[in-house]
């Protein structure tokens, strides 16, 4: 089970930083990734990285800007946003995948076998 917490309501330009727990299972050998979805709009990539964290991947919109990390002891994912922006607004889902996503950061959420229930991000302007 993959549990996110950090969310909230934020103003434009603020910080927030996600986090996803894991229970039942250790994340150590999975490649982690977050995802959102905006308000009638469909599920995005927004950010990935492998099982040793030594290799990420951002959409290009939050590049420079969003920045994923795990601890594997600690068994936990985290997710630091800065700088957002109204249009960050979105429920936030962190997945958990096996296979290829452990070596490499994927985008593609088909790639993902376990999802969080999402955590809603609220960027006021």
């Known amino acids: 089970q993959l549990v996110e917490s950090g969310g909230g309501l934020v103003q434009a330009g603020g910080s927030l930083r996600l986090s996803c727990a894991a229970s039942?299972?250790?994340?150590?050998?999975?490649?982690m990734a977050w995802f959102r979805r905006a308000p009638g709009k469909e599920r995005e990539f927004v950010a990935a990285?492998?099982?040793?964290?030594?290799?990420?991947s951002y959409a290009d919109s939050m590049k420079g800007r969003f920045t994923i990390s795990r601890d594997n002891a600690k068994n936990t994912v985290y997710l630091q946003m800065n700088s957002l922006k109204p249009e960050d607004t979105a429920v936030y889902y962190c997945?958990?995948?096996?296979?290829?996503?452990?070596?490499?950061?994927?985008?593609?959420?088909?790639?993902?076998?376990?999802w969080g229930q999402g955590t809603q991000v609220t960027v006021s302007s």
């Open positions: 039942g299972r250790t994340i150590n050998t999975y490649g």
């Open positions: 997945a958990a995948g096996v296979g290829l996503v452990g070596l490499l950061p994927r985008s593609a959420s088909a790639e993902y076998n376990f």
């Open positions: 990285i492998n099982v040793s964290g030594s290799k990420t």
